[in-house]
Structures are given as structure tokens and as C-alpha cells.
T-cell receptor
Framework: EPEVTQTPSHQVTQMGQEVILRCVPISNHLYFYWYRQILGQKVEFLVSFYNNEISEKSEIFDDQFSVERPDGSNFTLKIRSTKLEDSAMYFC????????????FGPGTRLTVL | GENVEQHPSTLSVQEGDSAVIKCTYSDSASNYFPWYKQELGKRPQLIIDIRSNVGEKKDQRIAVTLNKTAKHFSLHITETQPEDSAVYFCAASPNNKLIFGAGTRLAVHP
């Protein structure tokens, strides 16, 4: 069964550095998402992406964040200048269509900012 | 924006008992309500979902009910087993995003 994949599984970085988290959505899916989960807390929506554009973003997704689909398979989340509070698990998800449709989650990237 | 409240935060049951987790949402535009199970260090996995045109849905030991008027939905697990132990998240989807509740840590004791 196809799955969303993410790399790396764990990223350690210094405060102020840029990081890029990578995701490969399920191949026939058209909608892509990023969520984050701070340790022990709930999953929080960051951004949704469709047709090479951001559909919606949350208050968390400020100017330090950007997303890109650089080719036909990858979907990336860039954090330009990491802060300590960016430490979290970042999940990529994808769905066939928008709205009332299952979102499939990747295994996550644990980001640790020192 | 949408806000999802989830209760209880922890739930401890004996194997074979039933477990009920309740969520409320605020945005009447929400039309999709999935439930995810998350084991420690793993990705959230969808266990059941319900759409706003349906009041109840069942899949073996798991059922979900939705009351649109009251804006609340519930997860029911019957005949619980130790492998049901995990964190369960409800979510509501007002458009093209999922807004999650805070999660319920379910412990099923043999």
C-alpha cells in the first residue's frame, strides 16, 4: 500500500540555521499539508498546498516558513532561521482531494533546535 | 477559526470494557470529522471518520456518532484490548485542513 515518506527522520540544527524537511506524498494525491506536533501536545495545522500554491496557512506559518514542490514528487518545508520553539515533530500529509477526504500522514521528521 | 475540545485527556479501562471519547467543535462549516490513533513515536493513523451528512458510523468494535446541532461527536470503542492503548485524536475539517483536539491517552489494562 502506498505511503507518504519523509526525510530525514531526525534533524538536529543550531538556532538560526536553515532547515529543509522533505516529503514524498502518495503519487496520485493532489493536496499536500504540513502539520507539527510539539512533544506531548496536539497536532497543529501549518499549511495546505494545491496546484503549486498555498491554499491556506495558519498563524504559526509566518515568514520564516515556506513550502515548495520542486519537482513532480517532492514537497518541502523550509524554515529559514530556526528558533528553539521550532523543535517539534513535523508531519507531512497528502490527500486525493480537498474537504471531506482522508489525509494520509507520513512518519514525521523530529526537528531539534539547539 | 475552528476550535476542537476533546475529553477526557486520559482514560483508563479494563480489558473488555468500553471506552468513550467526546469532542466538540465550534465552526458550523466543518463537514468532516476523522479520528486518529497515534502510538508512541509513530504517525497518526486514521481509524474511522464521519461526514456531516451521516449521524453514526460503525466499523467492527469502533463507532462514531455526530450531532451537528450540538456540534459534538464521539468515539466509542467496545470490547477494548491492550493493543487499543494509544493516544486518540479527534479532528474537524472546516475546509481543507484538519483542526485537532488535544488528544486522549487511553490505557487498557489486562
Amino acid at each position: 500500500e502506498p505511503e507518504v515518506t519523509q526525510t530525514p527522520s531526525h534533524q538536529v540544527t543550531q538556532m538560526g540555521q536553515e532547515v529543509i524537511l522533505r516529503c514524498v506524498p502518495i503519487s496520485n494525491h493532489l493536496y499536500f499539508y504540513w502539520y507539527r506536533q510539539i512533544l506531548g501536545q496536539k497536532v497543529e495545522f501549518l499549511v495546505s498546498f494545491y496546484n503549486n500554491e498555498i491554499s491556506e496557512k495558519s498563524e504559526i506559518f509566518d515568514d520564516q516558513f515556506s513550502v515548495e514542490r520542486p519537482d513532480g514528487s517532492n514537497f518541502t518545508l523550509k524554515i529559514r532561521s530556526t528558533k528553539l520553539e521550532d523543535s517539534a515533530m513535523y508531519f507531512c500529509a497528502s490527500s486525493v482531494r480537498a474537504g471531506d477526504n482522508e489525509q494520509f500522514f507520513g512518519p514525521g521528521t523530529r526537528l531539534t533546535v539547539l | 477559526g475552528e476550535n476542537v475540545e476533546q475529553h477526557p485527556s486520559t482514560l483508563s479501562v479494563q480489558e473488555g470494557d468500553s471506552a468513550v471519547i467526546k469532542c466538540t467543535y465550534s465552526d458550523s462549516a466543518s463537514n468532516y470529522f476523522p479520528w486518529y490513533k497515534q502510538e508512541l513515536g509513530k504517525r497518526p493513523q486514521l481509524i474511522i471518520d464521519i461526514r456531516s451528512n451521516v449521524g453514526e458510523k460503525k466499523d467492527q468494535r469502533i463507532a462514531v456518532t455526530l450531532n451537528k446541532t450540538a456540534k459534538h461527536f464521539s468515539l466509542h470503542i467496545t470490547e477494548t484490548q491492550p493493543e487499543d492503548s494509544a493516544v486518540y485524536f479527534c479532528a474537524a475539517s472546516p475546509n481543507n485542513k484538519l483542526i485537532f483536539g488535544a488528544g486522549t491517552r487511553l490505557a487498557v489494562h489486562p
